[in-house]
Structures are given as structure tokens and as C-alpha cells.
């Protein structure tokens, strides 16, 4: 009975430390106005709580994808989110007074936690916007960060063998979109510049694996939409910093 409890406390404990590793979010939303000339605006993205280094760094970085996304005006330095929701509106009322059959413009920001250990937190952020032409733009980005130091991690810090891990990713690629690999990269119609293959712009740990996205435009048409690759650990954790069990 001793033994039985032990073990019981033994898990509990090991349950309880997973948990206290893990960081505190709560889910925030900011709309625009609501009116007959006011864009559609919705943000949904999480808010890290506990205060520490790295959750100073997700908000800080999240706010600056957002004000990235939002603004619309070169006349004044836009600092913080609520500025940027108002140039994002001002942009559109005053097109719309010029131009009164505009077709109402629309942004929308979702983010979540996709993957979390003791070392590493990874948020991606999906956001679409339309600001009149044919079409709007979707986008996928992705942020890495080092719990232990703080800090927003570069692509290129995910990993202890870059260039082995491009290498890796080429073939892979290849591979998936049915590339032949002693052809060109852009042999079956992709547009990477310089005819040279190159990791995407985002790239994030998911519980299915490394996943690099090539949001519409950066490698292939618009029509194509986004292309993804996912890696598996089981391939890629030679190449990794950040490696992940199991």
C-alpha cells in the first residue's frame, strides 16, 4: 500500500511539475468600430500572463505583427495596437469619401499556442486582409521563442546544422511536390528566386513536426495558395537545436 501511494505522489508530482512548466495564456480580443463606414476589424489572439522574460517577449511580438498587419499611414509612428486599428480605419474612411462604391476592407488576426516543452514556445498568427482589388492576402507567421533565455528565436537559431538542414529540406520538398531532383527548382512552374531553393520566410514546431509555410506569393502564384511542408522530428532532430523527445 506504502509502494502504491509513493508511486501515486510520484506521478502527481511529475504531472504537477509538467504543468507549472507550462506558460499562462488567456485568449484577448480587439474589434473596430462598428459602423455603416467602418471596416471589419477582429483580432483573437492569446496574452501571455505571468510576466517573466519570454512572456514580455510573445505580447511585444505579437502587438508588432499586429501594428505590421494594421497600418496604414507613413505620416506618424504607430507604437501600439490601438493606433494601429485607428489607421487601418481612418485608411479606409478616407478612400471611402473619394471613392463612395469601395468595397468595405476587412482584417482579421487569430493566434494560438500550436507547441510548448521546457525549452521552447511556438505561436503561429493567421490573418487575413483585404484592402480593395481582386482578392484579399492570407498570411501565415510563425514565432519561436527560448523560454530560458527570453528571446524571439531567428530561424536559423532553431538549429545546430543549418546547412544540413536546408539540404534535407530540398529533398524533401522535392519529393512532396514532385520535383525531380536533378532538375531545376523551378522546373514544374515554382518561382524561387534565382532558381535556387530556399527555406520558407515561417517556419514553427507543431505537434506533428517542424512546419515551414510559403505563404501565397513567396514561391508559386496566388491561385496555388500557401504551400507547406512538414518535417518529423524523427528526421530532422540531428539537425536541431531545440530537439524534441519521443
Request: charged letters at 25%; hydrophobic letters at 35%.
Amino acid at each position: 500500500m506504502k509502494k502504491y501511494l509513493a508511486c501515486l505522489f510520484s506521478i502527481g508530482l511529475l504531472l504537477s511539475c509538467q504543468t507549472e512548466s507550462k506558460l499562462a495564456f488567456e485568449p484577448t480580443e480587439l474589434l473596430g468600430e462598428n459602423c455603416v463606414d467602418c471596416p471589419q476589424i477582429i483580432v483573437q489572439v492569446p496574452n501571455a500572463l505571468d510576466g517573466s522574460a519570454v512572456s514580455e517577449a510573445i505580447n511585444r511580438s505579437v502587438r508588432e505583427e499586429i501594428i505590421s498587419i494594421l497600418s496604414f499611414t507613413d505620416d506618424e509612428e504607430i507604437d501600439n495596437v490601438n493606433k494601429a486599428v485607428q489607421s487601418f480605419t481612418d485608411s479606409y474612411k478616407e478612400l471611402k469619401t473619394k471613392f463612395p462604391d469601395e468595397v468595405p476592407w476587412e482584417a482579421k488576426i487569430e493566434g494560438e499556442v500550436v507547441y510548448e516543452d521546457e525549452n521552447l514556445v511556438t505561436l503561429k498568427l493567421n490573418s487575413y486582409s483585404f484592402t480593395g482589388g481582386a482578392h484579399g492576402y492570407g498570411s501565415t507567421t510563425y514565432l519561436n521563442f527560448d523560454k530560458k533565455s527570453g528571446k524571439e528565436l531567428e530561424n536559423a537559431q532553431l538549429f545546430d546544422d543549418f546547412e544540413g538542414f536546408i539540404e534535407l529540406a530540398e529533398t524533401q520538398f522535392r519529393k512532396q511536390e514532385e520535383i525531380p531532383q536533378d532538375q531545376n527548382i523551378n522546373a514544374t512552374g515554382f518561382m524561387f528566386e534565382g532558381d535556387n531553393f530556399h527555406l520558407s520566410n515561417n517556419m514553427g514546431y507543431t505537434s506533428e513536426g517542424l512546419q515551414l509555410i510559403y505563404n501565397q506569393y513567396e514561391v508559386a502564384s496566388y491561385a496555388d495558395g500557401p504551400i507547406i511542408l512538414v518535417l518529423p522530428y524523427s528526421e530532422i532532430n540531428p539537425f536541431l537545436k531545440y530537439k524534441v523527445k519521443g
